[in-house]
Structure formats: structure tokens, C-alpha cells
């Protein structure tokens, strides 16, 4: 059974949040959305919850899946839902850096290769302000 790796589209104020990866050594430095593995007993939406507290310290509200399971390292998909802020500021407690990007930003940076399809997807979700 794929293990599975959930992750948020924080979309505010018509602008996407991105995290830059710290580790480990091949990715450091890529872009990702933010998210992590899902525990034993977890649902995906209580993972997406939890480790947008734990990485960004900020309370999320999830909305709606985007795409179906998307292709990580053998044995692991990601999910990602949409989110939205419902309380704190994002900060980078286990990432390089964070960015807040437009519609037409989105591709300024380095997305890690499993995570730029779902740019593209998340792109059309995005109004242009």
C-alpha cells in the first residue's frame, strides 16, 4: 500500500504560499507545498491541519481535494487540498523560506518536480486579483 503525503494550497488574498525545503540534501533548497506524512489513525485532513501547525504555525481551514493522488518517490502519493488561514502567520519553522506568490509568479521559483503539476492545477484556481 502507497504511504500517503498530504499538502495545503494556502491560498490568501489571491496569492499561493510556498515553502522552501531544508532538507534532505536533494531537495533542499526546492519549493513545495507545505504538508507531511499522514500518522496511523490520522484522517488526511487532520494531517494537513496538524502539520500546518507544527511547520508554519498557523490554523488552516481545508477546502477542496485538487486532482486526484499525485506521484511522489516510489511508494508514495500527495494529496493536497485547498486551505485557507483561520489563525496565526506563517512562518518557516521547518522550512528555508516562505513566499506568497501570484498567479503570475508561481513559476518565478523552483518547484520540486512532484509539486510543479500541481502548480499548474492550483494556477486555474487562482483569480487574478
Given amino acids: 500500500m502507497e504511504k500517503i503525503v498530504v499538502a495545503a494550497a494556502i491560498i490568501d488574498g489571491g496569492r499561493l504560499l510556498a ?30 491541519v496538524r502539520e500546518c501547525q507544527e511547520e508554519l504555525g498557523v490554523g488552516i481551514m481545508v477546502g477542496d481535494r485538487v486532482g486526484g493522488d499525485w506521484p511522489l518517490s516510489p511508494g508514495y502519493v500527495m494529496r493536497v487540498w485547498l486551505a485557507s488561514l483561520i489563525s496565526g502567520v506563517p512562518h518557516p519553522h521547518e522550512h528555508l523560506a516562505l513566499r506568497w506568490l501570484g498567479r503570475d509568479e508561481l513559476f518565478d521559483i523552483a518547484w520540486l518536480p512532484a509539486d510543479l503539476p500541481v502548480a499548474k492545477a492550483v494556477r486555474d484556481l487562482i483569480s487574478e486579483g
Avoid at 19 to 47: C, H, I, L, N, T
Fill in 19 to 48: 515553502a522552501q525545503r531544508a532538507g534532505p540534501p536533494e531537495m533542499a533548497g526546492g519549493w513545495e507545498f507545505p504538508g507531511g506524512k499522514v500518522d496511523a489513525g490520522e484522517s488526511d485532513q487532520e494531517a494537513l
